[in-house]
């Protein structure tokens, strides 16, 4: 299935219906503020394990998530004072946040140093996602490991619509994926260079 949806207004009822897919267990492709994600609901196991075969990734290399904000956030990541003030003044954006997970989340989805990715893209389209949902949803680049992402959504639905449940067209997207930054222990460490710059940042 191949839905368009408006990346600056999205049409609720399309965004309905994409979330319909995540709570049967479904994997969708959708576009962020960087590239085009791959994601499932991340208390789903059966689409989290999908999306491993899918990226025919390490299943012990973690994936991170989305929250619709950084209050939600605070249910999956021990967000310290000295986190949260530097993530409140660069989220939305395209950064991704590895901290120390809680109890909360998924132990799929988390590394052996129990540590998780958290995201907040500045894109309507995964926020109302998000929110519709009523929590997380994992995210990792729309492509094979090891290969280029995918830029065109019709692209994306050509050649990996058969392992999709639903490919969110919000238009063509042209970036690199997030900037990874670690926050663990309060000590920011520039984990992969991305699109976010980093010029903010003492490494």
């Given at each position: 299935m191949?839905?368009?949806?408006?990346?600056?207004?999205?049409?609720?009822?399309?965004?309905n219906?994409?979330?319909d897919?995540?709570r049967?267990?479904?994997?969708?492709a959708?576009?962020t503020?960087?590239?085009?994600g791959?994601?499932?609901d991340?208390f789903?196991?059966?689409g989290?394990?999908?999306?491993?075969q899918i990226k025919?990734?390490?299943?012990?290399k973690?994936?991170?998530?989305?929250?619709?904000?950084?209050?939600?956030a605070a249910n999956?990541?021990?967000i310290?004072?000295?986190?949260?003030k530097l993530?409140k003044?660069?989220?939305?954006?395209?950064y991704?946040?590895?901290?120390?997970?809680?109890?909360?989340?998924?132990?799929?989805?988390?590394?052996?140093?129990k540590?998780v990715?958290?995201?907040?893209?500045d894109?309507?389209i995964?926020l109302?996602?998000?929110?519709e949902?009523g929590?997380?949803?994992?995210?990792?680049?729309?492509?094979?490991?090891?290969?280029?992402t995918?830029?065109?959504?019709d692209?994306i639905?050509?050649?990996m619509?058969?392992m999709?449940d639903?490919?969110?067209?919000?238009?063509?997207?042209?970036?690199?994926p997030?900037?990874?930054i670690?926050?663990v222990n309060?000590?920011?460490?520039?984990?992969?260079?991305?699109?976010g710059?980093?010029?903010?940042?003492?490494?």
């Amino acid at each position: 299935m191949l839905l368009r949806i408006n990346p600056e207004n999205p049409q609720v009822r399309l965004i309905n219906r994409t979330v319909d897919v995540l709570r049967q267990g479904g994997v969708i492709a959708y576009p962020t503020d960087t590239v085009y994600g791959i994601g499932c609901d991340i208390f789903n196991r059966k689409g989290v394990k999908k999306i491993y075969q899918i990226k025919q990734r390490d299943p012990r290399k973690p994936f991170s998530f989305i929250c619709s904000d950084l209050s939600e956030a605070a249910n999956y990541a021990h967000i310290s004072n000295f986190a949260f003030k530097l993530m409140k003044r660069h989220l939305p954006g395209p950064y991704t946040f590895v901290l120390e997970a809680t109890r909360v989340v998924p132990d799929l989805l988390t590394t052996r140093q129990k540590t998780v990715g958290i995201r907040i893209p500045d894109h309507p389209i995964p926020l109302a996602i998000v929110r519709e949902l009523g929590h997380p949803l994992v995210t990792t680049s729309a492509n094979l490991s090891g290969n280029d992402t995918i830029e065109d959504p019709d692209d994306i639905f050509d050649r990996m619509g058969r392992m999709l449940d639903c490919v969110v067209d919000g238009g063509i997207l042209s970036g690199e994926p997030s900037t990874v930054i670690s926050l663990v222990n309060d000590q920011p460490e520039l984990l992969r260079m991305g699109s976010g710059p980093v010029d903010w940042l003492e490494v």
